[in-house]
């Protein structure tokens, strides 16, 4: 026998998330160590000494995975509206005045996110970790937030070394020269200090405790010079891990793709050999025919963001078509700053009902049950886990949540997916287990004291908001006309490759 704890939850409901979708409508689920050890009607029966959580009055399902996150937004919910991307962008991450902040406050800022996702059920998150400016011990602090929270996290290391100038189109002949000088004089890290910081965190941090894992990103393929894809591909291999890149998130992208390199954006990472089942494309918006058979045929996944898609008014993936042609798709909130949650119920929501308008084919929408899906084995998929996460099975790591039958949105219970994209919120999550360990049991974080954990960063963040912010918004301003100006000529360019997002309202009309 093995000395390993055992735990049982005891006669709950349990949606299972595996292939067949099996579920039951009472079983337990036993729990030795970290892993799931079996899953039945009285599989817990007559275990002696093992700890036991009764989920008579519970659901139990499979911890959910955001397979896109940016923590180094926390300090930024709720701060901005009616902004398209590129305008966004240049207020969250200004050129000009970008704040530098203390170790304390990156620990502070991830550990917001990573309160938010223990308490919406998520027990994995891919936090597409924006890291630069800001040096290698900041980055550790944040990483320490997810140790710390006792949440599975896949921290990527951001790349890019092609600066605003020459990833934007236009915008040489837009803005001003001497502004363009001062862009130019801004502190920039090579490719080779990028690439070195990639390898010194992965050193460092990956396989932590069995729960940390670091993922290569190269933030935009034109935000990429040829070396450093080659690199990345190379490096993903060798290391086996994902590449998690953004990826026709806006028609300003396609735009600059098709002027840039005369082809669409995954048919420019095709020619690196970047097509590959490693490699996760985030918000694949405005993506032709022939991109989503090249998607399908490499085995790569989109990681869907409906909140932040919905937000920046950039479009709607063609999940219906990815799904149809055998794409992976896996679920993300997106940054803190453009969905203003971590909380990926929220977004399962949203993914259940955005795909319906837009078409009177109701053959076509995207159910609940698709994103469900999504936001676990599609998210353990882009992140190579399937095997590991994703779904309650016996030999997979024990990410299991529990959500109280009890909560006025599970009442009547008439389908635990749909009351749980459809009716429920995150209030009904009330227990949660990532690796065998309860970090949140009847609402309550038992990791840490989340009452002083809450003050710490309350404190910050609003420090942040009175004291940061300003220099901000007033870098922001120095650029925002020229910004605007290169946005709206963007979108007024026809897009011969056939690049077309179903628009909510356009009906059957696909373009
Ligand atoms: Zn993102």
Known sequence: MSAEPVLVIKDGCVVTGDAKDTRHDRADIVVRGNRIAAIGPDAGAGLAGAETIDAADAVAMPGLVNAHLHSNEGFEQGAYDNLPLEPWLLQSYPPFGFPLLSEEDYYLRTMLAAVESIRAGVTTVQDDYVHLPGTPEAQDAAIQAYLDAGLRAWVTVDLW??????????????????????ILALPFTSTAEQLALFQRHFEKWHGRDGRIRIVIAPCGPQRCSPAMLREIGRLAEALDI??????????????????????SVVEYLDGFGLLSPRLAIVHGIWLTERDIALLAANGCTVVHNPLSNL???????????????????????????????????????????????????YAQWVSAADVFRMATMGGARSGLMEREVGSLEPGKKA???????????FIP????????????????????IVDGRIVMRDREITVFDEAAMRGRVREAAERFRRERVPAMRA?????EPHIRAMYYRAAAEALPLGEAPRRIGANQRQS
């Open 311 to 361: 937000k920046l008014g950039s479009g709607l993936c063609p999940v219906r078509k990815l799904l149809d042609a055998g794409v992976n798709v896996a679920l993300g909130t997106d940054g803190l700053a453009t969905s203003d949650t971590a909380d990926l119920i929220e977004a399962i929501r949203a993914a259940s009902l955005i795909h319906k308008p837009g078409t009177h084919d």
């Open 399 to 409: 990410d299991i949540i529990l959500l109280d039958r009890g909560a006025w949105g």
């Open 242 to 263: 994902p590449i998690h890149s953004h990826t026709l998130e806006t028609k300003l992208q396609a735009v600059h793709a098709r002027a840039q390199w005369g082809k």
């Open 475 to 479: 870098g922001a301003q120095r650029l």
């Open 413 to 432: 219970l008439h389908d635990p997916v749909r009351n749980l994209a459809f009716s429920v919120t995150s209030e009904a999550v009330e227990t949660v």
């Open 161 to 182: 070394d092609v600066g605003l100038l020459d990833c934007l189109p236009y915008v040489r002949s837009i803005i001003p020269q001497p502004i363009q000088d001062e």
